[in-house]
């Protein structure tokens, strides 16, 4: 047992994907935490998140506030994107915990919790640009209308996405036996 738990901790894969576990991981509660998933430039930039909007009108300060109603497609993407985190939380913690004790064990639940973070992100992708006909957008579902572009939160949550991909298939290349290819 002992020669197989050195044999783990001396993986550089199972470095690299504690590593990708833990930036998707900040990635994903990045992209949360900002609203700024779509963008309007116009006189008054305005700065559309899953939960609140941001108005900046040039030469005055930003306002923030919660859409009324908020778009369920959107509260919906917000779920599915925590309980992505979530399983990302729990990946990292068992990449980490595979160096010090039950390797085989702690790379099994990182690679189940990784597929679990990968499905609800993907049920996230799909779901959030179904809500773009609501009337602060204007567009119609899946069609983002010209004068509103993908903002940085997004495009943080998509490297989250990525990040969460690769880091997977390095986990799931360490529980693979020697000789096998």
């Known amino acids: 047992m002992e020669t197989a738990r050195r044999r783990v901790r001396r993986e550089p894969l199972n470095y690299i994907s504690t590593c990708l576990f833990g930036c998707a991981d900040m990635f994903g509660m990045l992209s949360l935490a900002l609203p700024y998933w779509l963008t ?4 008054a930039t305005m700065h559309i998140g899953l939960l609140r909007s941001c108005v900046e009108v040039i030469g005055r300060s930003q306002v923030c506030y919660t859409p009324d109603p908020v ?3 959107w509260i919906l993407t917000f779920l599915f994107i925590v309980i992505g ?10 990449n980490i915990t595979s160096f010090f004790k039950s390797p085989y064990e702690a790379q099994t639940v990182a690679r189940f919790a990784g597929l679990i973070a990968i499905i609800f992100f993907n049920l996230a992708q799909i779901v959030f640009p179904s809500a773009f006909g609501q009337p602060q957008i204007g567009g119609s579902a899946f069609q ?14 998509c490297i989250s996405h990525w990040l969460t ?3 997977e298939l390095c ?6 036996p020697r000789w096998q290819f």
Not at 40 to 43: A, G, K, P, Y
Not at 85 to 94: F, N, Q, R, V, W
């Open 165 to 167: 991909v690769i880091s």
């Open 144 to 157: 983002l209308p010209d004068n509103f572009k993908i903002g940085s939160c997004y495009v943080l949550f």
């Open 40 to 43: 309007s430039s116009s006189d």
């Open 171 to 176: 986990a799931a290349k360490i529980c693979r």
């Open 85 to 94: 985190i979530i399983g990302l939380t729990i990946a990292a913690i068992a």
């Open 71 to 73: 778009q369920p497609e």
